[in-house]
Nanobody
Framework: QVQLVESGGRWVQPGGSLKLSCTAS????????MGWFRQGPGKDPEFVTGYSWRGGMPPYADSVKGRFLITRDHATNTIYLEMNKLKPEDTALYYC??????????????WGQGTQVTVSS
């Protein structure tokens, strides 16, 4: 079983930046299938960005394009989410997700516990 542990969430003012991290506890490299979802107050979880085992550039939600960037470190089974120009509507519980080989983070098999990001003045 793969366990995902997120970190980096905190309060930040509008216009600020944050970098989230997620490390997977797995013997094999699982970063090719990892990504990020978020769930705002009173909202359903939404896909933010993530990788697919099938390859290709990671897609981004329209709401974060040009502001967020996902990166990964295969050696440490860690992915990152760099968030810039943060807005109050980015306030959410951010979940790290993973998928089994052959899958995609758009339809994850594993979820972390989440890390809270709050954007307010």
């Amino acid at each position: 079983q793969v366990q995902l542990v997120e970190s980096g969430g905190r309060w930040v003012q509008p216009g600020g930046s944050l970098k989230l991290s997620c490390t997977a506890s797995a013997r094999a490299t699982v970063t090719p299938g990892m990504g990020w979802f978020r769930q705002g107050p009173g909202k359903d979880p939404e896909f933010v960005t993530g990788y697919s085992w099938r390859g290709g550039m990671p897609p981004y939600a329209d709401s974060v394009k040009g502001r967020f960037l996902i990166t990964r470190d295969h050696a440490t089974n860690t992915i990152y989410l760099e968030m810039n120009k943060l807005k109050p509507e980015d306030t959410a519980l951010y979940y790290c997700v993973g998928s089994q080989p052959g899958g995609t983070s758009l339809r994850p098999d594993y979820w972390g516990q989440g890390t809270q990001v709050t954007v307010s003045s």
